[in-house]
């Protein structure tokens, strides 16, 4: 049976949904243009900081079996309303947070609610890509990266005018429920289901294919979390670079990231899955190590603009691949890659932060961009296993 959906026109689903897709970005680089600062206030060494980033992926765990349950039980839209609240909400907190005991505990919150937010949002987009009867996912994923770069906009007015991240992120709590306001009435009152998505839990172990592409998203966010958690740090301590432009890299790399998204459906229709795939890994790791060979502002601006634009279509491919499973639910295959891959995006910067704190961040970075390498070396077997 398929629950009907609405009357409503597609377009202005794919319009509010949008919206919402912004407002995740918005907070996440909102959190990530000040860790740097949140860092120097606290006094944490890289691999203290490494450790406290931990909380992140504990959030994220819990949230992974929390949120398939919550999403089943009382629908995405509902979810999807409640953590666009909580999630804009823990940035407050960490703010307020005056311990690295205190901001530990703050961040498995925000992991938490970032879980709850992405499964519910992505359930949605699923339920809005059907209506269409094409590929949008791709849009959807570079709003988010939109928000990402604008989020490292105003994060850098933020620190030039002399705001304390408390100040920042009460501002964009405020910013994000007028955006709540205005677009939560054009989401999908219900989920599509049918016999087949009811009758096949989350649980349910993935065929090859799924692992597979989880194992690509995973390769490629371990390097996107890196460049949100690390990029400014990278540039304060390795460049060197002046306070006003410590934030030029990652502002670069989310730029080209949105970019690359908007132009990722015509790209993957131009040139294929396989062939998109293998030139991704290999601008991941070109552009890292363009960084790391030459630490100067304007080269490692550079490589970290070409690593964006490798990243900038992998998600939304791998989300698209799972989506389209023939041997597994639809739904079931998606949550599976999104939560294998955003674990890549969690756990990856802890990781960085031990190395660093043992090698120095270049060396770091090196390893990142070889990790990243693995989506060219994985691409192979997408032909032969989807």
Known sequence: MVFSISLRAPKAYRIGLSVFYFIQGLTFASWASRIPDIKNS?????????????????????????????????????????????????????????????????????????????????????????????SIMAGFHGLWSLAGFAGGIIGALMI???????????????????LLSLAQRSLLPRDTRSKETTKTSIFSKPDKSILILGSIAFACMICEGTMFDWSGVYFEKVIAAPGSLSRLGFVAFMCAMAMGRFAADYLITRFGVEIMLKGSGIAILSGILFAVALPQVFPATIGLLIAGLGVSSVVPLTYSLAGKSKNISPSVALATVSSVGFLGFLIGPPVIGFLAEIYGLRIAFAVVAILGLGTTLLASNIRKEI
């Open 160 to 178: 030039a005018r002399g705001f304390s991240p408390l100040i920042h992120f009460c501002i964009i709590f405020f910013i994000n429920m007028l």
């Open 42 to 134: 606290l006094q944490l060494s890289e691999a203290a900081l490494g450790g406290v980033l931990l909380a992140l992926p504990i959030g994220q765990i819990i949230g992974i079996f929390l949120s398939g349950f919550l999403v089943n039980r009382f629908g995405s839209k509902n979810v999807l309303t409640v953590s666009s609240v909580l999630y804009p909400a823990s940035l407050i907190l960490l703010g307020l947070a005056e311990t690295p005991l205190h901001l530990v505990g703050v961040l498995a919150l925000f992991g938490l609610f970032s879980n709850l937010y992405n499964i519910a949002i992505n359930t949605q987009a699923v339920a809005v890509e059907g209506l269409y009867g094409r």
